[in-house]
């Protein structure tokens, strides 16, 4: 199922790999404020989480990739960037 959630998902433009919790937790709330809906990449076993997920154990060597929908990329990043 994974597979089929990676490959079919809206979800398409990676805008931003966050490095640790602390740096992910930041851009989230960032995009959430704003409105933009995206999905997460975690370490995990490269399960799709939605923002509303609980977060894996914290770590800072956990890499984040943050993937939002091709018409939200540019909103994306003004959020995350302000």
């Not at 800072?60 to 091709?70: G, M």
Request: with cysteine.
């Amino acid at each position: 199922m994974r597979w089929f959630s990676r490959f079919f998902s809206s979800h398409k433009c990676l805008v931003y790999i966050a490095i640790g919790h602390e740096a992910y937790a930041r851009v989230a709330a960032k995009l959430q404020q704003h409105g933009v809906s995206f999905r997460t990449k975690s370490p995990l076993g490269n399960v799709w989480q939605h923002a509303s997920n609980t977060l894996p154990p914290r770590s800072e060597l956990f890499t984040y990739e943050i993937y939002v929908k091709p018409e939200d990329e540019a909103k994306a990043h003004q959020a995350i960037h302000r």
